[in-house]
DNA sequence: TCTGCAACCCGTAGCCACTACGGGATCAAG
DNA sequence: CTTGATCCCGTAGTGGCTACGGGTTGCAGA
């Protein structure tokens, strides 16, 4: 009968995909993933395409795409669809915004460090750099 | 009589300072600004000491210390403590934290760098390279 | 002095993406 | 059949604000 495989159960779900399983049951409240059969007593069953969806979903967390630009990268991955280029838009777009933080984390990490290490060696006599900077007239 | 400059509306607390007025209000329900006095019609009145902790709490805000760090920082900032190494503590562990989200951000920029621009030049014939990432098997 | 309207008041809800909690039901192994 | 792991659901909390709405106050100009 070729066994298991089949039907698996929220837990072995979230397990199998990297995904915590409350987050599993948000996903399906907020509708990024379907709703699975249930058994007779209530309990979720899915299977391997919910498997891949979720999947799909982790990668594009780990990503740090948000939650609405997974919504339509899942869209776009629909057979049928599959236009490169709106994925394109999508990833740019978010590519884009990494860039812009990761601007702002690096100009960040430089204050900090040379407060930081101006703090460390305080040769600088009479105050505290750190606080000097977050007090400076 | 000298005029003004003290006693300040909260809106003009709020600019002078830049915060947002809203924000201001929310820094006293959660205790990181105190309740200042108020006009026999209830609005609040505020000082230059006001001012000062506001603005420091901004620039706190703007390195990206966290609430709970401003408000130790704050401790450390009254005269009487002014403990250089309390201060390099925080600001040391806030340093290493912005340091692994710079990490994380980076690896995660060249990933999607990479994928972005084999989309955009896709010879990479069958498939969307994006999409390939976030189905691969 | 009166009026008009900007600025203020307060409490509550919403944002993002989860995570945690609690009390009860179900499932599967022994 | 019992036990204990797993699952159910709804709700509330996280951080750090921001927005809304309906009402009150303050102040400048006429």
Redesign the interface.
């Known amino acids: 009968m070729m066994v298991a495989a089949r039907g698996l159960t929220i837990g072995r779900l979230a397990a199998q995909s990297g995904v915590n399983l409350e987050t599993v049951r948000y996903y399906e409240r907020i509708g990024l993933m379907p709703a699975p059969d249930r058994t007779a007593g209530g309990h979720r069953v899915y299977d391997q395409a919910h498997r891949?969806r979720l999947t799909?979903v982790r990668?594009?967390r780990e990503?740090?795409f948000g939650i609405e630009a997974i919504r339509t990268?899942l869209a776009?991955?629909e057979p049928g669809h599959?236009s490169?280029d709106d994925?394109?838009a999508v990833?740019?777009a978010?590519?884009r915004e990494?860039?812009a933080?990761?601007a702002d984390?690096?100009r960040?990490?430089v204050?900090?460090?040379q407060?930081?290490s101006a703090?460390?060696s305080?040769a600088s006599a009479p105050?505290?750099p750190?606080?000097e900077?977050?007090?400076?007239a």
């Open positions: 891949r799909f990668r594009g990503l740090g990268l776009l991955a599959r490169c994925v394109l990833a740019g978010h590519l990494v860039r933080k990761l984390l690096a960040l990490e204050i900090l460090a407060t930081v703090c460390e305080h105050a505290c750190v606080l900077m977050l007090e400076a």
